[in-house]
């Protein structure tokens, strides 16, 4: 059991409060998942200036980064070091750093332990950036660590989040790895992430992709899937996961139980619905 949420602003007016409403709703999924949190943020000119390239590391710090690597910026949040140089570069300069992230215009935080206070640890709320997406973390098939939680983002731009289980990860990630696909952990999440961004890569479109994935995956599964323009939902054929969509004029928003959309501006008017087994619901940024 995992919790998800995800917002996705239409209105520009609202982007300010991105951070504040990401985490109200992540709060309200603490107990579906305890072990561990993760964010992935677009649009914050902090955290992601616009034009520069935006690197999220594990197994580093803003000291070591800045000490051998001077003149680039660089910010710690939790376990995570959110850094604006090249991915190459990094990868000299710091070969034991893992990246968790990289593109332009976002970038992804994780971390173990209670969610609410990595969201404070975070900065979270200070946040601003018209998408966002969270995830809180009952470890299954993996271990508890940084590296474990989602979302993962193995694509530029690119996060998959994730409640539920993949029965035939393991065959997949061999067949993902003939195919020349490199996996950085045995997160059955992580092989789900590396089927879409393969996808992606081959020239198929993020509807395509999911639909891809919904015919070659067994299991139990609700996803969140965000990339640089687009924020999409899709359920196993049981939907046995929970997940509610909220749609206004103003934004767009999913979540494993209403009460994290409940505290979303405007709740009262939107359209809620569960999404349907297997159908792909995707949204574009305008």
């Avoid at 070659?216 to 054929?237: E, M």
Wanted: contains cysteine; charged residues 20%; hydrophobic residues 40%.
């Amino acid at each position: 059991m995992c919790g998800i949420v995800g917002l996705h602003l239409r209105e520009p007016s609202l982007e300010p409060r991105l951070g504040e409403l990401l985490t109200a709703m992540l709060g309200q999924v603490v107990e579906r998942g305890p072990d561990s949190a993760g964010v992935a943020v677009y649009g914050d000119p902090r955290l992601s200036p616009p034009g520069r390239t935006v690197v999220s590391l594990l197994g580093t710090s803003k000291a070591e980064v800045e000490a051998v690597m001077p003149g680039v910026r660089a910010y710690d949040a939790d376990a995570t070091t959110v850094v604006h140089a090249d991915i190459d570069q990094l990868a000299t300069a710091l070969p034991h750093a893992r990246v968790i992230g990289s593109g332009e215009g976002f970038a992804v935080l994780k971390g173990t332990g209670n969610p609410v206070e990595l969201a404070d640890a975070f900065g979270l709320a200070d946040v601003t950036g018209w998408q966002g997406v969270g995830h809180t973390r009952m470890a299954t098939e993996s271990a508890v660590t940084p590296e474990g939680a989602h979302p993962f983002s193995v694509g530029p731009g690119q996060c998959l989040v994730h409640n539920g289980s993949f029965a035939n990860h393991a065959t997949i990630r061999r067949e993902l790895r003939a195919q020349g696909v490199q996996f950085d952990s045995e997160n059955d999440s992580e092989v789900g992430a590396r089927f879409v961004a393969h996808q992606l890569e081959q020239g198929a479109d993020l509807e395509k992709a999911l639909k891809l994935l919904c015919e070659r995956f067994d299991g139990f599964y609700t996803l969140l899937v965000s990339t640089g323009d687009s924020f999409a939902v899709v359920r196993d054929a049981i939907a046995c996961k929970p997940a509610l969509v909220a749609e206004t004029d103003a934004w767009v928003a999913m979540a494993s139980e209403y009460r994290a959309l409940d505290v979303l501006p405007g709740i009262e008017n939107a359209r809620i619905f569960e999404p349907e087994p297997e159908e792909v619901y995707v949204w574009r940024r305008r």
